[in-house]
Structures are given as structure tokens and as C-alpha cells.
Nanobody, 126 residues
Framework: QVQLVESGGGLVQAGGSLRLSCAAS????????MGWFRQVPGKEREFVAA????????DYADSVKGRFTISRDNAKNTVYLQMHSLVPEDTAVYYC???????????????????WGQGTQVTVSS
């Protein structure tokens, strides 16, 4: 069982930056690909970014490409989402997730992710 806890969300003005963190409770953290998803009320939870267990493979949603960077520190059992140039459309609850099914990949799908955090709110004001 992997427990995931997100942190780093909050209020930020458009154009600002935030760094989200997701801490995993146990090892081997490196055997999981990790993803970030986000959700707003009334909409489907959508893919944001993902990273393979080794960190060599990453993928991003088109809406965040060039602005967000996903990274991980396996020694700290932590994955990060660095967000720059935030816009109001980025406002959502952000969830991290662990994918033990395809650890070599960086899946855009929700199904492969076995564990999910409780989410952290990101609000971007105009």
C-alpha cells in the first residue's frame, strides 16, 4: 500500500508559480511511475503530467506543456510539479498518483494508477 500526500497548493496570481509536492509513504517508490492529474467541479479528472520510475520518460498535457515540469527524487520518495506562468484555467484540485502497472511509462490514462492522493487546491486569480 502506498500513501500519497500532496502539498504546495494555494492561491497565486496569474503569471505566478507554484511547486506541488507529493510524498509517498513507502519504498520502493522508484518502481512506480507517477502522474499528476487535476479536476474542477463538474468535469472529468484530467491528465496533467507523468514521469516514469527512472525519470527518463515524461509526458505533459498540451495545456501545460512548456509551463509545467514534473520531476522526482526517488531518494526522498517525492514527485514534484513545478508550475510557471499560471493562468486561471489552471485552477483545480491537483492529485498525484502512482502507477505500478506500467512503471517504465508515463501514462495519460487514469486506470494504470493504483494509488491516489487526497489532492491539493490550486487557485489562480486573474
Amino acid at each position: 500500500q502506498v500513501q500519497l500526500v500532496e502539498s504546495g497548493g494555494g492561491l497565486v496570481q496569474a503569471g505566478g508559480s507554484l511547486r506541488l509536492s507529493c510524498a509517498a509513504s513507502r519504498r520502493p517508490f522508484s518502481r512506480y511511475a507517477m502522474g499528476w492529474f487535476r479536476q474542477v467541479p463538474g468535469k472529468e479528472r484530467e491528465f496533467v503530467a507523468a514521469i516514469s520510475w527512472s525519470g527518463t520518460n515524461t509526458d505533459y498535457a498540451d495545456s501545460v506543456k512548456g509551463r509545467f515540469t514534473i520531476s522526482r527524487d526517488n531518494a526522498k520518495n517525492t514527485v514534484y510539479l513545478q508550475m510557471h506562468s499560471l493562468v486561471p484555467e489552471d485552477t483545480a484540485v491537483y492529485y498525484c498518483a502512482a502507477d505500478g502497472l506500467f512503471p517504465d511509462g508515463a501514462s495519460r490514462l487514469k486506470a494504470p494508477y493504483d494509488y491516489w492522493g487526497q489532492g491539493t487546491q490550486v487557485t489562480v486569480s486573474s
